[in-house]
């Protein structure tokens, strides 16, 4: 009755099979590199960093980001806060100007020829160790030219989502921030759940599909049982994010 209840109950995107697809798609695959990648997180905890160029909007953009990387910290157990001093931060996030975006960010990136896609409102970047766990992050919103394309909120969910290590957009992952088809602004329960799944005590920095399938195929059943595939949208919902937003 239970495997009957649960049937009937899923989402395409709840089936273990195509939660496993989706992770190999946004955690293992890059679309400015060819080929399979290996696993991208962080092993340690993340301090940030807050650049304002905009004043009148440095409130609510601040708000914003805290609000979402509590609840980044929620999903995957890292703790995540805001930096003291810019020297100890780990992460950047700059809210600039479409006139400068491009300075800033070959300020942060550290490489003056890094320039932004010709589409891009907003870019982020990793700094990998030997290992493969990311040691920086940085990102990158131009507020004037975000909120032009009304994209400010999707802008700081996607790009610092991203630097969680989830680096790849993918139009066969749906619903998701990571499909730039869909008209998704904040974290779905899938989202949550490709989060979970990184951050994963068995799931290390350089792993491979191989290596994951078996590990993922084990807790997707668990969390098939348990309801956390079941109840995932509901539980996203729950963020302050999602509260300000009205829905």
């Known amino acids: ?7 009937c109950a899923e989402e395409p995107w709840q089936s273990p099979a195509y939660l496993q ?11 400015y590199v060819a080929g399979e990648q290996t696993v991208r997180k962080w092993q340690q905890p993340i301090k940030v960093w807050l650049v304002q160029h905009d004043a009148d909007q440095s409130e609510k953009t601040a708000w914003l980001t805290r ?7 929620q999903l995957t157990g890292l703790p995540i806060n805001m930096a003291i001093h810019a020297a100890e931060a780990n992460m950047t996030v700059v809210f600039s100007q479409a006139a400068q975006w491009r300075q800033d960010i070959a300020q ?5 020829k890094l320039q932004p896609p010709d589409d891009a409102v907003c870019m982020f970047g990793l700094s990998l160790d030997t290992h493969k766990a990311i040691k920086r992050a940085w990102v990158v919103i131009p507020v004037d030219h975000a909120q032009e394309h009304r994209s400010l909120v999707s802008c700081i969910v996607e790009e610092i989502t991203q630097a969680m290590g989830l680096p ?8 998701s921030v990571f499909n730039d088809k869909t008209p998704e602004s904040l974290l779905t329960g899938l ?9 994963l005590p068995a799931i290390k920095p350089g792993m491979r599909a191989a290596q994951i ?10 969390w098939q049982l348990d309801g956390t595939i079941q109840h995932a949208e509901q539980q996203v919902r729950q963020s302050a994010l999602y509260e ?4």
């Open 191 to 199: 989202d949550a759940l490709l989060l979970k799944m990184l951050y």
């Open 168 to 175: 790849n957009d993918s139009e066969h992952v749906y619903p």
């Open 1 to 7: 009755m239970l495997t009957t209840s649960l049937a």
């Open 21 to 31: 697809q989706a992770f190999v798609e946004v955690a293992l695959r890059n679309e």
């Open 213 to 222: 399938q078996p590990i993922l195929a084990g807790q997707l059943q668990q």
């Open 244 to 247: 300000m937003m009205g829905f």
């Open 108 to 112: 942060v990136s550290g490489n003056a």
């Open 67 to 73: 609000a979402h990387l509590q609840h980044l910290s």
